[in-house]
């Protein structure tokens, strides 16, 4: 019996849907019959579709086949398997190869979807797991919340850059990061610029810090006043209280501490998400790996049991090298390949930093810190220096190695 191919090229808002049987596969695409053109039909219309579909068939099998594109991908999944239609959810990188019957590599919706079609004609469309809701739910959760996370720091960048203008003695007395604690933030709000700090009494000063930060905080802001009061005192800056940039600075203070809260709360959320699982559990065992960062990677990983050798997980997140080399060397002129989920290895990279920088946490931290150090190489040794970038990779990649040989122990163990 001849086979019927849906394949659909999936996109953002419509989708690209054509409609195929084979005549002769080993004809390759030429031996394909177009039952329905490509043609982009938006999610309202796929019952039409596939009535449409369905009669085309006229008894062959029919099969819908998509590539995986994860919270895009999966409604359609939904949809088409509840109404009884076999789906097959294919790895991206078998339909991004070069030579599929030698179709061209430029990429359009048309031709994507006689590459869907042609992959599953020939039966090598290496099916991805099905994903389930809860992963599904995470995934969706800890990506919203990276976006909320980039939109706060934006907004931090921007505080940042005015109040340079404006009263840089803050920055120049306060390290970076205290800038945005909760009595930094009150202080700043009240007293954005010079002229302010200038008439303002120091007790007042103080009180506003300690009444954001609490009473602990009393010694420490009394020291901070102090040195701002007679940093500006030489100040050249003569912006006025009443000025733009003041009232935008107070606008910004108060976006970032709602953006901060929602972030805070939809982070619990997270944890809570992920909390249960058995990957979550065993990233906590990681030095420099906390509840929040656990809780990104469990969600971006997923089941890690459809993982079956840890180089799969290394090709999953991107960062497996295009040129295969020793442990002893770094191919200081290749690069990895990028063609995987990059929101995990963005957050695997994080952690490999972390452990870099902080390497007194000990345990998995200090051998990561150690692979780096040994990677980026030193002129005092004798040795050739590398790049940071391509240091961080190979220790991320050493991370990996680490956390899916731990994931494999904890199993067996249970």
Not at 79 to 96: D, H, Q, W, Y
Not at 312 to 325: T, Y
């Amino acid at each position: 019996m001849a086979k019927v191919c849906l394949a659909v090229d999936v996109g953002k808002k419509s989708s690209c849907y054509a409609l195929y049987r084979t005549v002769d596969i080993t004809a390759g695409s030429e031996g394909m019959e177009t039952l329905i053109r490509p043609k982009k039909i938006p999610p309202q219309r796929l019952e039409e579709l596939l009535s449409e579909a369905k009669g085309k068939a006229s008894g062959d099998g029919l099969a819908v086949a998509m590539e995986s594109t994860g919270i895009y991908s999966k409604p359609l999944e939904d949809f088409f398997r509840g109404r009884g239609i076999e789906v097959i959810v294919i790895n991206p990188i078998i339909t991004g190869k070069k030579a599929i019957d030698g179709l061209r590599e430029t990429k359009t919706d048309k031709k994507d979807t006689r590459k869907i079609a042609l992959v599953y004609f020939r039966g090598q469309s290496n099916r991805q797991r099905e994903v389930t809701d809860d992963e599904l739910r995470r995934q969706s959760y800890s990506r919203f919340l990276e976006r909320r996370k980039s939109d706060l720091a934006r907004m931090k960048t921007l505080l940042k850059s005015i109040l340079y203008n404006v009263a840089p003695e803050y920055e120049d007395i306060a390290s970076g990061s205290n800038i945005f604690s909760d009595s930094m933030m009150a202080l700043i709000r009240k007293y954005p610029c010079v002229g302010s700090i200038r008439s303002a009494r120091e007790e007042d000063m103080v009180e506003t810090m300690v009444k954001a930060g609490g009473e602990r905080q009393r010694k420490a802001a009394t020291e901070f006043v102090s040195r701002l009061k007679k940093a500006c005192d030489d100040s050249i800056s003569q912006t006025r209280r009443d000025s733009p940039e003041c009232e935008e600075i107070v606008r910004l203070i108060d976006d970032i501490r709602r953006e901060q809260k929602t972030v805070d709360s939809m982070e619990r959320k997270l944890i809570d998400l992920c909390k249960d699982t058995r990957l979550f559990n065993v990233l906590l065992t990681f030095e420099g790996i906390g509840e929040a960062l656990a809780a990104h990677l469990t969600a971006e990983i997923g089941n890690m049991e459809r993982f079956g050798k840890r180089t799969s997980l290394q090709s999953f997140a991107g960062i497996d090298p295009k040129r295969r080399q020793s442990s002893q060397t770094l191919d200081s002129n290749g690069a990895i390949v990028k063609r995987g989920n990059s929101h995990l290895r963005r957050w695997l990279t994080m952690a490999t930093l972390v452990m870099v920088m902080h390497k007194q946490f000990g345990g998995v931290a200090e051998k990561v810190e150690a692979y780096y150090r040994k990677k980026r190489g030193t002129k005092e040794n004798g040795g050739a220096t590398h790049h940071h970038l391509y240091a961080l990779i190979a220790a991320t990649n050493k991370l990996v190695r680490i956390i899916y040989g731990r994931y494999a122990d904890k199993t067996v163990a249970a």
